[in-house]
């Protein structure tokens, strides 16, 4: 068993140090950031809702292409990340309103009309912070070492390794918090601006 440990234990210092040449191939990534196409959906639940409220469900979209580097080296492989291509925005708005208020009628197009203040939210949520999308992307990109593989066939691996670092690096993840945080903040602020005043004299 000691013997085990101990060929492992050079296995794993030998791919640590065949690492470290990686790092003579380590490049500075590309970033992009684009947006995806929105599309809006209008429901009427049969199940009851807030006769006062509608609801918006908005599905966000993060999803990170990359591309890698390969550079064959004495033994083995090193494989760096290169471009970065990430698609971040809504690609859904689910609008959900009360069956009771009939279609185009004067409270159904009241509360469709807040609805769409919501969305505007999302969508100016995305356009406010791209800066700060690509930097946080940029600064985690940058951090992520070039992998070594032995083999050609496990280059793929390291690709998918490489990616999974990049969406699990702790500024990807405050990213998406700072994203879910603003959310709630931008929905309170639209709520709170709202009086109610353009339903109030659909029922005048």
Request: overall charge negative; proline content about 2%.
């Amino acid at each position: 068993m000691k013997k085990f440990i101990f060929l492992f234990s050079l296995f794993f210092i030998s791919n640590a140090m065949a690492g470290d040449d990686c790092l003579d191939y380590k490049l500075n990534p590309d970033v992009t950031i684009s947006v995806p196409v929105w599309t809006k959906s209008v429901v009427q639940p049969l199940q009851k809702m807030d006769v006062l409220h509608g609801n918006v469900v908005a599905t966000l979209v993060d999803e990170f292409e990359i591309t890698a580097d390969i550079t064959s080296i004495e033994d083995g492989f090193c494989v760096a990340l290169k471009n970065v291509d990430t698609t971040i925005g809504y690609s859904d708005f689910l609008v959900q309103i009360d069956i009771s208020h009939r279609k185009n009628t004067c409270s159904y197009n009241a509360i469709l009309q807040h609805e769409d203040e919501h969305i505007r939210a999302y969508l100016s949520l995305i356009e406010d912070n791209k800066d700060l999308f690509k930097k946080s992307i940029k600064n985690a990109a940058d951090s992520i070492r070039p992998i070594f593989v032995k083999n050609e066939q496990d280059i793929d691996f390291a690709i998918d390794k490489l990616n999974a670092e990049l969406q699990n690096h702790p500024d990807v993840i405050l990213l998406k918090q700072q994203i879910r945080a603003d959310e709630e903040i931008r929905n309170k602020h639209v709520d709170l601006n709202d009086t109610g005043e353009t339903l109030k004299k659909c029922f005048d």
